[in-house]
């Protein structure tokens, strides 16, 4: 059988893995805080006698677009929108700290400052611990500053900001994680209050790109078509011989 089978199921596969990723990333165009998903193949030619015009398509990296989402103003104080390389540190469901570029808040039952979607948010040190009917403000800085009726404004914790060197990896909760574990925190790190980033997915790129694969695949699939009637006129000129 032709080796032009294996080549073009290899890319047609390549094809619907970029498919794949495309489709998440567009799902995703309205997610606060969201990063594009990037996927990256590379050519690698096939060794050997008479294979030198024949290449596979392999996957090179997989990463994540760093540019910054539009920031939307909403006014509520609970709303914050990291600046420059900022990230917000949050702990994940399995007990670890993640991090994450959505920066919607809010208090639960007990107290404690969290994200809208229940995750609790890191200070500096642990939890932050909000006093019952307390107005919240936080400083550019990642200060949470409480004001309980009739009482002076007192800080009560910092947010945990932090500015990774270099590309985080991103777990399967949509959280990102340091390559080495936990990140110290950056003092010069700054937010944006009564804002919220949205999504760097670009809905009309992402659309060019998927009818790109479609129209890859489509390819990829007439090759294997090819390839079949190849093989089926080579055995019909063996077998009359």
């Given at each position: 059988m032709d080796r032009?089978?294996?080549?073009?199921?290899a890319g047609a596969k390549a094809a619907m893995q970029r498919q794949d990723v495309l489709s998440h990333n567009l799902a995703n165009v309205t997610t606060n805080g969201f990063r594009a998903e990037l996927q990256a193949f590379r050519a690698v030619p096939v060794r050997g006698d008479g294979a030198s015009t024949?290449?596979?398509?392999?996957?090179?990296?997989?990463g994540y677009s760093d540019a910054?989402?539009?920031?939307?103003?909403?006014?509520?104080?609970?709303?914050?929108?990291?600046?420059?390389?900022?990230?917000?540190?949050?702990?994940?469901?399995d007990g670890t700290e993640a991090y994450?570029?959505?920066g919607s808040l809010d208090v639960n039952a007990d107290g404690i400052l969290v994200m809208r979607n229940g995750r609790q948010v890191n200070g500096d040190g642990g939890a932050i611990n909000v006093p019952p009917n307390s107005q919240l403000q936080i400083g550019s800085d990642g200060t949470v500053t409480a004001t309980a009726p009739n009482q002076r404004?007192?800080?009560i914790g910092r947010l945990k900001l932090v500015?990774?060197?270099g590309p985080m990896t991103r777990g399967d909760d949509g959280l990102f994680r340091g390559p080495d574990g936990d990140?110290?925190?950056d003092p010069a790190a700054r937010l944006q209050d009564g804002a919220l980033e949205g999504s760097n997915v670009s809905p009309v790129e992402t659309m060019?790109?998927?009818?790109?694969?479609?129209?890859?695949?489509?390819?990829?699939?007439?090759?294997?078509?090819?390839?079949?009637?190849?093989?089926?006129?080579?055995a019909k000129l063996l077998g009359s011989t």
């Open positions: 032009m089978i294996y080549l073009s199921m024949r290449a596979y398509a392999l996957e090179t990296s997989i910054q989402g539009p920031l939307t103003s909403t006014g509520r104080n609970l709303d914050i929108a990291m600046q420059g390389n900022a990230w917000l540190a949050v702990q994940a469901d994450t570029r959505a404004p007192t800080p500015t990774p060197e990140l110290a925190a060019v790109e998927m009818i790109a694969a479609a129209r890859q695949f489509e390819q990829q699939m007439k090759l294997l078509q090819i390839a079949q009637t190849q093989g089926q006129q080579s």
